[in-house]
């Protein structure tokens, strides 16, 4: 995923844009920068490796060492950003946010080019955000390539430009995939994906782009270079996992949808008939937490925290790179309250069920401390396809999928005709995905929040939400 900050002020931005772009480390975990520009020295840049390290261990030194009225940072968990051009158009400093399918088929047509080359990484692989670049530079102005470059791209790419005049260009995605939002105090503009990093860093939030809109900002000024589409397919993962519980994204925050959300999930077992008998809801920390307060408060049965991760020094589980470490970090991370564990019956929500690589030993953890019971509940439909639009997940191959894997031992590929149907908690084929999983993570009972449950949780129009990795489409009719 990743995220980024930028700023542009009659003072120096540097502590703004650090803090700014530290606020977005929940997004991204491979690689964090930042880009200055200062009259004097000109554009600055400086990328660091935050596989092991948060961004702010990486980055204090810059608060000294790097200066400018304007800057902007990103956190991304893919490749090293932002990086510095020198083009027709001007020196300039630029970070994305999103996914390119067709990178290949894109670097194939520019290299074509005259005297067109790249700077190649490891295996000869191109870095998006150069692509992203090149493409931008084939016009003769920013908003015509940026518009160019997005109409090129098979995914998305939100973008963040730093001039060398010190202003700031700012584009949403083509389809407002992820947020961008403006904010403003008495000396300047802020640029954020995070809303609540703007007034965290002292700015008021003054709005949202709207879906491909570009906008150039000034400390004085907000232009628009180009207006917004009509069309919008807003993530709507973003407000069940990886949005950040204080943010609000088109009126809708976070953390209150999540409350809704676990309500509904409440609600629907119990018009199912399928509600257990409990002494505690809780939550599978952290983003699970909220869908557990809601399905408690909903339900009547007490929420608590049969466990609780340490943080201090294990701040993150997904840090370690392969799937063996990050299992057994999160492994570490689990300390359990035995009065809430040892005879009793528990109902566990989490975000999402990906892959389900950790909740088998969170499920075992329970047990093995005298859990009488543990039901599951998913905040989100089964996930049914690998993102397209945004890579908020690891997985690559659709087959990582824990639906995948078992629609395929179920019936084979032939299941794979009928996911709909296996979405479907009605159905045969959907009460055996449910039965299956269950039995192989040793739930109690397993069910996933429907597709209209999640819909009417955030409040937004179907037609603008994205829902791909639910149904296979970008939004539902």
């Known amino acids: 995923m990743g995220g980024f900050f930028g700023a542009v002020s009659r003072h120096d931005v540097i502590g703004d844009v650090f803090f700014g772009t530290d606020y977005h480390s929940h997004l991204g975990t491979v690689r964090g920068g930042m880009a200055a520009y200062d009259p004097e020295i000109g554009l600055q840049r400086d990328i660091h490796n935050i596989q092991n390290s948060p961004f702010r261990t990486k980055f204090e030194h810059v608060l000294d060492e790097m200066k400018g009225c304007s800057a902007i940072g990103c956190i991304s968990d893919s490749t090293p950003q932002p990086l510095l051009m020198r083009s027709r158009m001007g020196a300039f400093a630029i970070c994305i946010i999103g996914i390119i399918n067709n990178s290949e088929m894109l670097i194939r047509e520019y290299l074509k080019g005259d005297g067109c080359h790249f700077n190649a990484m490891t295996a000869g692989a191109v870095n998006p955000t150069e692509l992203v670049a090149a493409l931008i530079c084939e016009k003769s102005d920013f908003t015509a390539g940026i518009r160019f470059a997005q109409d090129c791209i098979d995914g998305t790419a939100s973008i963040l430009i730093l001039k060398d005049d010190g202003s700031i260009i700012a584009a949403r995605d083509k389809f407002g995939r ?159 309250v035995h009065e809430l564990i040892e005879g009793k019956d528990l109902l566990f929500v989490d975000d999402s069920i990906v892959r389900g690589t950790q909740l088998k030993e969170t499920v075992d953890f329970l047990y093995s401390n005298g859990a009488k019971s543990v039901h599951m509940r998913s905040a989100c439909p089964p996930i049914m396809y690998r993102c397209k639009y945004l890579n908020f997940s690891r997985s690559t191959d659709e087959m990582d999928l824990i639906t995948r894997r078992v629609i395929m031992e179920l019936e084979g590929e032939e299941g794979f005709s009928h996911l709909d149907e296996y979405s479907d908690a009605s159905s045969e084929r959907g009460k055996k995905l449910r039965r299956a999983i269950a039995d192989k993570f040793d739930f109690a009972s397993l069910e996933f929040q429907t597709l209209e449950g999640l819909i009417e949780s955030i409040g937004l129009p179907p037609c603008k939400l994205c829902t791909y990795c639910w149904n296979g489409k970008e939004g539902k009719d």
């Not at 983003?287 to 049965?301: C, E, F, K, L, R």
Request: glycine fraction near 10%; proline fraction near 9%; include cysteine.
């Open 178 to 336: 992820i947020p961008v939002m403006i904010g403003k105090n008495e000396d300047g503009h802020c640029v954020t994906f995070e809303p609540f990093a703007c007034y965290k860093t002292g700015y008021e939030q003054e709005r949202e782009l709207g879906p491909g809109e570009i906008v150039h900002l000034t400390a004085d000024t907000v232009t628009q270079l180009a207006p917004p589409g009509e069309e919008m397919r807003m993530c709507a993962f973003l407000w069940s996992y990886y949005g950040f519980p204080t943010s609000t994204y088109e009126g809708v925050n976070v953390e209150t949808m999540r409350y809704k959300n676990g309500a509904i999930i409440a609600r629907n077992d119990a018009e199912n008939g399928c509600a257990p008998d409990l002494d505690y809801v809780g939550g599978v920390p952290d983003s699970g937490t909220p869908h557990a307060i809601g399905y408690a408060n909903a339900s009547g049965v007490p929420f608590a925290r049969p466990y609780i991760k340490y943080t201090p020094t294990w701040s993150r589980s997904f840090t370690p790179q392969t799937q063996k470490e990050r299992s057994r970090v999160a492994k570490m991370k689990q300390t359990p």
